[in-house]
């Protein structure tokens, strides 16, 4: 069955520092992948989309890399900041079609 | 309106009991997902609505669960019966579907159902 791994350990990690959050896939071909942030309590919120034709997407602070071939996305955030601290969710979606699963996310702590 | 409402936020219920949980999406967004989120887990797919298109049911775990959308509106998830494995926060998005878009999606803040 189709499966998204993301670390279930919480990464701890020093202001300033470059956070890099793993997301892998089996079993799934992916034509889009999406990367989320929930905080505690709320809907998570959308912060980039990267295709499969595409190996790396930016948006300030955040890379988004995609490697159909190994079947993973990295997801990084530079200078990061304790307002960083958050959950972060990959998501994938198959081409044609609108359902879109989940991995259960990696908890990111940004200590000042 | 501003953002995709849930309501209730909280749902205390007991076993047995019939539910029902209630999402106003972004006006004009045609697409409507819900979502279910155990603690500490990932969102897990349960329906998708799209236009006027038939729904993509295929994440319902139980012929418990039923959900309706009229129109490009608002959309009702039901659970009959309830258990306590479906205890978890209810989330609902919506998003604007366009060619060569992002398809964000909106969510919600979530229906905690506490089933006792």
């Known amino acids: 069955s189709q499966k998204i791994e993301q670390n279930s350990e919480a990464l701890n990690i020093q202001e300033g520092k470059t956070a890099t959050l793993t997301c892998n896939y089996t079993n799934y071909s992916p034509a889009y992948l999406q990367w989320y942030r929930q905080d505690p309590g709320r809907g998570p919120v959308f912060l980039l989309l990267i295709r499969e034709n595409e190996k790396e997407k930016r948006k300030e602070r955040l890379k988004v890399t995609f490697d159909t071939t190994l079947k993973q996305s990295l997801f990084h955030i530079t200078a990061s900041q304790p307002a960083d601290s958050a959950t972060y969710l990959c998501?994938?979606?198959?081409?044609?079609?609108?359902?879109?699963?989940f991995g259960a996310g990696t908890r990111l702590f940004v200590k000042a | 309106g501003a953002g995709v409402s849930q309501s209730p936020s909280n749902k205390v219920t007991e076993k047995g009991k019939d539910v029902e949980l209630r999402c106003d999406p972004i006006?004009?967004?045609?697409?409507l997902y819900w979502y279910r989120q155990r603690l500490g887990q990932g969102l897990e797919f349960l329906i998708y609505f799209q236009g006027n298109s038939a729904p993509d049911k295929s994440g319902l775990p139980s012929d418990r669960f039923s959900a309706e959308r009229t129109g490009e509106s608002v959309s009702t998830l039901t659970i009959q019966r309830t258990q306590q494995e479906d205890s978890a926060v209810y989330l609902c998005?919506?998003?604007?579907?366009?060619?060569?878009?992002?398809?964000?999606?909106?969510f919600g803040q979530g229906t905690r159902l506490t089933v006792v």
């Open positions: 998005a919506s998003s604007l579907v366009i060619t060569g878009g992002t398809d964000e999606a909106f």
């Open positions: 998501a994938l979606r198959r081409a044609g079609g609108f359902k879109t699963i």
């Open positions: 006006s004009g967004h045609t697409a």
